[in-house]
Antibody
Framework: GQLVESGGGVVQPGGSLRLSCAAS????????MDWVRQAPGKGLEWVAF????????VYVDSVKGRFSISRDNSKDTLYLEMNSLRVEDTAVYYC????????????WGHGTMVTVSS | EIVMTQSPATLSVSPGERVSLSCRAS??????LAWYQQKPGQAPRLLIY???TRATGLPARFSGSGSGTGFTLTISSLQSEDFAVYYC?????????FGQGTKLEIK
């Protein structure tokens, strides 16, 4: 399988971005999916989860009300809508697929960089 | 939020040595614990999930153990490609949380 993120870039504080993650090589609609981020030189931070059917989403507190995770199972694509961006949201954003029957992440994309700066 | 603490932060070891990395949870996570390896400029790679199940294709020199609040990743004989940063992650409760990482460097 493969995951390919896109949509990163440079944005001013308060701005918006929409990240996409295109999946291939596995049956996308069967799996829960997540976004994980990594600030420059820092560790990993889980950001959001979406159930395989798209009906349940969970977020880390720091992005609640600002970020929205969604998916289109007909297009094998995961999304992260990011609004009211802050400097501290600057990071590489990875999409990740969950293990069948478990919740660890067995497939990761290469990541897309989001820089929030004035 | 469950806090994951890894120790040590950095470990200097020689190829061929056996090494054990520690991960502690601030409360029980049962066996809902994964280990990842990350090399510079790369995405993380799943090594272990369910505290002790090796990911597909992972060499047998990697093993995981523990449950509840204490976990260990052991590499039986370090190879040159194993020098990297290792993260543990709990997925027992949201928000999922990662440890701060242990960097394995060549001695």
């Amino acid at each position: 399988g493969q995951l390919v993120e896109s949509g990163g870039g440079v944005v001013q504080p308060g701005g918006s971005l929409r990240l996409s993650c295109a999946a291939s090589g596995f049956t996308f609609r069967y799996y829960g999916m997540d976004w994980v981020r990594q600030a420059p030189g820092k560790g990993l931070e889980w950001v959001a989860f979406i159930h395989s059917d798209g009906q349940n989403q969970v977020y880390v507190d720091s992005v609640k009300g600002r970020f929205s995770i969604s998916r289109d199972n007909s297009k094998d694509t995961l999304y992260l809508e990011m609004n009211s961006l802050r400097v501290e949201d600057t990071a590489v954003y990875y999409c990740a697929k969950e293990v069948s029957g478990d919740f660890a992440f067995d497939l990761w994309g290469h990541g897309t960089m989001v820089t929030v700066s004035s | 939020e469950i806090v994951m603490t890894q120790s040590p932060a950095t470990l200097s070891v020689s190829p061929g040595e056996r090494v054990s990395l520690s991960c502690r949870a601030s409360q029980s996570v049962s066996s809902d614990l994964a280990w990842y390896q990350q090399k510079p400029g790369q995405a993380p790679r799943l090594l272990i999930y369910g505290a002790s199940t090796r990911a597909t294709g992972l060499p047998a020199r990697f093993s995981g153990s523990g449950s509840g609040t204490g976990f260990t990743l052991t590499i039986s004989s370090l190879q040159s490609e194993d020098f990297a940063v290792y993260y543990c992650q709990q997925y027992n409760n949201w928000p999922y949380t990662f440890g701060q990482g242990t960097k394995l460097e060549i001695k």
